[in-house]
């Protein structure tokens, strides 16, 4: 029971915080990557608030002996480059600025009720499905 | 450039949130807080075991949305001015680009950067870089 409360915790500090910043709002994101226009330098707060907490959370967190309800501790990140990770990035990057949107943002905005959101969704879910036989042919 | 709709205070705030998110997660249950990563998983339900965390997370993840949104009383606070055809190509190439990149804003951009995997630094140096080139084109030259 504690377990899901804290899972269902994480994921509403998540939404939370997405909507306390805007970033929930794609007008607000499209505004901090138009570096030419009317610049609004918001996004890197919120990137700099939420990997600063966590840059310092995760190795305190990850010195009990292992997570509080079950499973391991994420493995040390490995370095190497692969075409896949920076090919995939670069196309989300693409979709990122067309909308504003990203997948957190978009499934929070659910909350106001636009047709667009769950238009987003399904999309992006077919954009997902679509990438399958592309990433079992390269990862075997 | 100019500095336009600066909001320091509540971005800061709402980063923080974010990051207490992805530490809470991982202490629970060591899990990384990448939502395109949940969102796939959620889809092919047999190809991973405890599915459960990931429906609780998007639950809480929704449910913390209406709160804020009952909280501040305001009915919409978004503004959605993309096309009907540009929805579905950007959220198609979402879907698509991070599956094939295995993460977004969340796992490579605040998850990744924070464990300094060099990786995630790399993919998230590559969505910023098309997501301005992008806006760039779409604003200022067409």
Known sequence: MTRIILVVSSGALFGL?????????????LAFLDLTGDWDPSLALVMLGAVGVAAVGFPLVMTLPKPL??????????????????FGALIFGIGWGVVGFCPGPAIA????????????????????LAARPLLQRTSS | MNIY???????????????????LLVATNGKIAGISGIVREVLNPSAVKNIDWRFLF????????????????????????????????????????????????????????????????????????????TVFVLRHML
């Open chain 1, 17 to 29: 915080g997405l909507c306390v910043s805007q970033m929930v709002d794609p007008a607000k994101v």
């Open chain 1, 69 to 86: 309800f079950g499973g391991t501790f994420p493995a040390p990140s490995v370095s190497q480059m692969d075409g896949k990770l920076i």
């Open chain 1, 109 to 128: 905005s659910l909350v106001y009720g636009s047709p667009k959101s769950w238009l987003f969704l399904a999309s992006m879910v077919g954009g997902m």
């Open chain 2, 5 to 23: 709709n600066f909001t320091p205070a509540s971005a800061l705030l709402g980063g923080i949130l974010i990051g207490l998110s992805a530490v």
């Open chain 2, 58 to 133: 998007l639950m809480g993840l929704i449910g913390g949305s209406l709160f804020y949104r009952w909280l501040s009383g305001i009915e919409n606070s978004i503004s959605l001015e993309a096309s009907w055809f540009a929805i579905i190509v950007g959220g198609a190439l979402t879907g698509f680009g991070t599956a094939i990149s295995g993460g977004c804003t969340s796992g490579h951009g605040v998850c990744g950067v924070a464990r300094r995997s060099l990786r995630s630094f790399a993919a998230t140096m590559g969505f910023m870089f098309t997501g301005v080139t």
